[in-house]
């Protein structure tokens, strides 16, 4: 389950997409357009900067806005930097593996096989879900 911190930077980045080149689009906008505490979207926002998802400026003018055009970020990348592991079990996970104690033989065990797929075609949903192919779903379904 996706934790509040990165459903809230989703929507901010989709927010941030929706506004490519405009320029830097200030927090408190993001916050009260998104309904998003401040404080908390604060937070959020430096951490997608520290991971170079997005930039900022400061002063007169300033805010945030995407490093990358929307059709190069995606969700998998975004989750990762929010959420960590993406894979339902440690024994699968790509990036943060541990092995399961109750395991004896991980390439005997039914169960690590069967979520080895759920994580691969997990991976490709989300490594083919972009802030642009996102925008263009909800302008499709009419959300926008």
């Known amino acids: 389950m996706l934790s509040k911190k990165c459903k809230y930077a989703i929507h901010a980045l989709i927010y941030l997409a929706e506004r490519h080149q405009q320029g830097p689009i200030h927090i408190s ?19 997608l900067r520290n991971a ?13 806005y995407l490093q990358k055009k929307p059709a190069e970020i995606n ?3 975004v989750i990762r930097h929010m959420d960590g ?41 989300l490594s083919g879900s972009t802030l642009d192919k996102i925008m263009k779903r909800e302008k499709l379904l009419g959300i926008k």
């Not at 998104?34 to 430096?46: M, S, T």
């Not at 024994?91 to 691969?120: M, P, Q």
């Open 52 to 64: 170079k998802v997005l930039h900022s400026k400061k002063g007169k003018g300033g805010g945030y």
């Open 85 to 125: 592991a993406i894979a339902l079990l440690p024994c699968v996970s790509l990036n943060y593996y541990e092995k399961c104690d109750e395991c004896k033989n991980e390439k005997t065990c039914g169960i690590h096989d069967a979520f080895v797929k759920v994580r691969d075609e997990t991976l490709k949903i």
């Open 29 to 47: 906008e993001i916050a009260e357009k998104k309904r998003i505490p401040k404080k908390f979207l604060e937070a959020i926002l430096l951490e």
């Open 75 to 77: 969700l998998m990348e």
